[in-house]
C-alpha cells in the first residue's frame, strides 16, 4: 500500500520521510491541497529507476532495429567488436 504524506508533512517530518524512503526502499507520495503533487524516494532508488529506465530504452531501441532490419551476422559483428577492441573503443 502507498505511503502518502501531505506536503505539510514533508516540511514539519523531513528526516523521518528520509528514514523511511531508506529503511524500506519504497516511494513516498506527497500531496499538495489534496492532490498527488510528488514522489520522493531515495538517491539509491532513484538511480535503480534510471537504470532500468535505460536498460528498457536500449531494449525497445534494439528491438527496432531487429523489426526494421537493422542487423548483422554473427560474423559481422564479430568483426566490428574485434575492430572496436583494436582501436581502443571498447
Known amino acids: 500500500m502507498p505511503n ?3 506536503s505539510t508533512d514533508l516540511r514539519n517530518n523531513y528526516n523521518e520521510i528520509s528514514s ?3 529503511e524500506t526502499s519504497e516511494p513516498v507520495f506527497i500531496t499538495k491541497n489534496g492532490r498527488g503533487d510528488l514522489a520522493v524516494m531515495s538517491i539509491e532508488l532513484y ?3 534510471m537504470s532500468r529506465y535505460e ?3 536500449l531494449l525497445q531501441q534494439s ?3 531487429f523489426t526494421n532490419g537493422r542487423t548483422l551476422s554473427f560474423e559481422d559483428s564479430m568483426k566490428s567488436l574485434r575492430e572496436d577492441l ?3 573503443q571498447l
Open 55 to 57: 536498460l528498457y530504452q
Open 63 to 65: 528491438e527496432a532495429d
Open 20 to 22: 523511511f524512503c531508506h
Open 47 to 49: 538511480n535503480e529507476f
Open 86 to 88: 583494436k582501436n581502443g
Open 4 to 6: 502518502i504524506k501531505s
